[in-house]
């Protein structure tokens, strides 16, 4: 029972390549969430995901695209990596309901130079 | 605007001291607040959340309306305790985050 388990643990990218990470849960969660953790700036929401089949932007969706691709994985894609795309970025799950609690990946380090 | 504030960016404190990490927020309607903290090297893991107004690792967090604020607080803080935490907020069945807070415990 793993989680939340996301690929790769880190990445460097060259400004302008694009690449996509991988998010899969094994906790039959129906929503998905993608943030980007930056220092002073606390976590902030990209792309969220309600349900199976349904996406939706967050508080800084620019140069993202996602793909909910089934129930248990929820990718996030740079098409042109940007430097101020240099993160690290967690996906997690989130439990539907009273309990309202966020299950979180253990975080991708992305550096683009 | 729904919105979490977090004023210190590290707090550091003396083993055995009193801790108190502040946390505000902006909200119309009746809030749902968590506290989630993340250790070294270990993945953001949710702490306590006001509804079950539970005390977790001698940590406790009261809800005060008045002042907006939902502050975690521990008597007697332990070295393992230094970590991320961050104060956040329910809205619209997402988390909006605070700034966070690094909790620094000296020996």
């Known amino acids: 029972n793993a989680g939340v388990t996301q690929t790769p643990k880190f990445q460097v990218l060259k400004t302008g390549q694009s690449m996509t990470l991988q998010c899969a849960q094994d906790?039959?969660?129906?929503?998905m969430y993608w943030y980007r953790q930056d220092p002073g700036m606390g976590l902030r929401l990209i792309y969220y995901s309600a349900s199976e089949g349904t996406t939706d932007k967050g508080e800084v969706p620019n140069g993202y695209n996602v793909s909910r691709l089934n129930k248990r994985e929820f990718s996030l894609r740079l098409e042109s990596a940007a430097p101020s795309q240099t993160s690290v970025y967690f996906c997690?799950?989130?439990?539907?309901?009273?309990?309202?609690?966020?299950?979180f990946g253990a975080g991708t380090r992305l550096s683009v130079l | 605007a729904q919105r979490v504030t977090q004023p210190e960016k590290l707090l550091s404190v003396f083993k055995g001291a009193p801790v108190e990490l502040k946390c505000n927020y902006s909200?119309?309607?009746?809030?749902?607040l968590f506290w989630y903290v993340q250790y070294s090297r270990q993945r953001l893991q949710l702490l306590l959340r006001?509804?079950s107004r539970e005390s977790i690792k001698g940590f406790t967090a009261d809800l005060n309306k008045g002042e907006t604020s939902f502050h975690l607080k521990k008597p007697f803080a332990q070295e393992e305790d230094s970590a991320m935490y961050y104060c956040?907020?329910?809205?619209?069945?997402?988390?909006?985050f605070g700034q966070g807070t690094t909790l620094q415990v000296k020996p």
């Open positions: 906790m039959n969660h129906n929503s």
């Open positions: 997690a799950t989130g439990e539907t309901g009273q309990k309202n609690i966020q299950y």
């Open positions: 956040a907020l329910r809205s619209l069945g997402k988390l909006i």
């Open positions: 006001h509804i």
């Open positions: 909200y119309s309607g009746s809030p749902e």
